[in-house]
């Protein structure tokens, strides 16, 4: 069992920057990949980016490209995203998932544990 718990959500205008952080119980964390996806009002929960489980591979969806940088501490059990040029759009909650299979995944079906969420608002 992996329990996933995010923080460094809030207020920030358009330009600011943010780091999430996903701190994972459970002595399993390193051999999982970890995923940060987000979910705004009225919409569906979309991947943002994913990180393997030992961090020589990472991922992005193409709006956060650039901007987004995907990390993670095994020692610490933490996997980290750290958001730059941040933009009204990219208000939303934002979740990190556990990811047991081998690579790296967009799909939300490929996650085991999801954790409660953090939000993140930005302002224009």
């Known amino acids: 069992q992996v329990q996933l718990v995010e923080s460094g959500g809030g207020l920030v205008q358009a330009g600011d920057s943010l780091r999430l952080s996903c701190a994972a119980s459970g002595q399993i964390f390193p051999s999982y990949a970890m995923g940060w996806f987000r979910q705004a009002p009225g919409q569906e929960r979309q991947f943002v980016a994913v990180i393997n489980w030992s961090g020589s591979r990472t991922y992005y969806t193409d709006s956060v490209k650039g901007r987004f940088t995907i990390s993670r501490d095994n020692a610490k059990n933490t996997v980290y995203l750290q958001m730059n040029s941040l933009k009204p759009e990219d208000t939303a909650v934002y979740y990190c998932?556990?990811?047991?299979?081998?690579?790296?995944?967009?799909?939300?079906?490929?996650?085991?544990?999801w954790g409660q969420g953090t939000q993140v608002t930005v302002s224009s």
């Open positions: 998932g556990a990811d047991r299979t081998i690579g790296v995944h967009t799909a939300q079906d490929n996650y085991d544990y």
